[in-house]
Nanobody, 114 residues
Framework: QVQLVESGGGLVQTGGSLRLSCAAS????????MGWYRRDQRDLVAEISN????NYADFAQGRFTISRDNAKNTMYLQMNSLKPEDTDVYYC???????????WGQGTQVTVSS
């Protein structure tokens, strides 16, 4: 059974930081691209390939850093200089190396107070 366990969300003040984690287990394929999304899974926040190549949304560039530990099947999102408009549920997604199959996490709430 595939499980994506997200953690690290919470309440923080404007300008604060949070570090999200997504730990995958029971995945029946070699994990390719991993990514974080928000806005009901519609908007990409950041993604990282299994080789470490990263891609960021414009709003995340310079503030957020995505990373992964392939040995642990875990992905991270370091979020700095948080703004109230970053408030949302953040979802992790993993895909196979052919990008033909995906799994989603349950989401973790990030709330930034002004």
């Amino acid at each position: 059974q595939v499980q994506l366990v997200e953690s690290g969300g919470g309440l923080v003040q404007t300008g604060g930081s949070l570090r999200l984690s997504c730990a995958a287990s029971g995945v029946p394929f070699s994990i390719g691209r991993m990514g974080w999304y928000r806005r009901d899974q519609r908007d990409l926040v950041a993604e990282i390939s299994n080789g470490g190549t990263t891609n960021y949304a414009d709003f995340a560039q310079g503030r957020f850093t995505i990373s992964r530990d392939n040995a642990k099947n875990t992905m991270y999102l370091q979020m700095n200089s948080l703004k109230p408009e970053d408030t949302d549920v953040y979802y992790c997604r993993i895909g196979n190396i052919y990008e033909s199959s995906y799994y989603w996490g349950q989401g973790t709430q990030v709330t930034v107070s002004s």
